[in-house]
Structures are given as structure tokens and as C-alpha cells.
């Protein structure tokens, strides 16, 4: 195994894992660069897409003169979709024996009262 160098470090970068989806967002390309030689090293394959309009985990990242716009319009749509129907309406769905059974709530007087 062959050494890597480490890229002199000139901007901070955001790492996200989740299980093996992996999203670098960094000004920096050696950073980039230098983290996909990692992996490649360790894994013989590894896919990476860069551009200015990502897509993961459901979310579509945009770059932005000020930092990222995060979208997540497909994925709230499917949920609304998946649970059409499913929902049903309340009108106070925190009621109180919602979470202490049917009895409700017991008053306890505090010391000093009667």
C-alpha cells in the first residue's frame, strides 16, 4: 500500500457518512481529492459525482455564492403520497388520556392546600 499525502489543509470541509454514502462538501479540491485516494485505496471501487447540484440521500444540494440550498421537495412529495389516505384528522391529538389511559391525569394537592 502505497502512501497518500495529506493536502496542506486551506479551507474547512463537511463530512456526512451514512452507511456507505459519503457526501464532502468542501472549496477545497485536494481536500476532496485527497479523502477519494483514501477510499480508493481501501475500496476498489468507488463512484463520486462533483458539480455545483448534488443528489443524496433523497436531497438535492445546490452551491450557492453564500454556501448550499438544500432541497428536499421529491422526497416530502413521496411521503405525502406514501401516507395518503393513511391519516387521520384530530382535532386535539395530544389529549391528555392519549397518554396516561383512560383515567386521565390525577390531581395531587400540593403541601399547604386543601
Request: charge should be positive; hydrophobic fraction near 30%.
Amino acid at each position: 500500500m502505497h502512501s497518500i499525502k495529506k493536502p496542506q489543509w486551506k479551507t474547512h470541509s463537511t463530512h456526512t457518512v451514512r452507511v456507505d454514502d459519503i457526501l464532502i462538501l468542501s472549496c477545497d479540491k485536494a481536500t476532496c481529492h485527497w479523502v477519494r485516494e483514501i477510499l480508493t485505496s481501501k475500496y476498489e471501487k468507488v463512484t463520486h459525482n462533483k458539480g455545483d447540484k448534488l443528489c443524496y440521500l433523497g436531497m438535492t444540494l445546490r452551491k450557492r455564492n453564500n454556501g448550499y440550498e438544500i432541497l428536499m421537495k421529491p422526497y416530502i412529495e413521496e411521503i405525502l403520497a406514501f401516507y395518503s389516505g393513511r391519516i387521520k384528522e384530530s382535532v386535539n391529538p395530544a389529549k391528555v388520556k392519549s397518554f396516561h389511559g383512560k383515567q386521565g391525569v390525577r390531581e395531587t394537592k400540593s403541601e399547604g392546600q386543601s
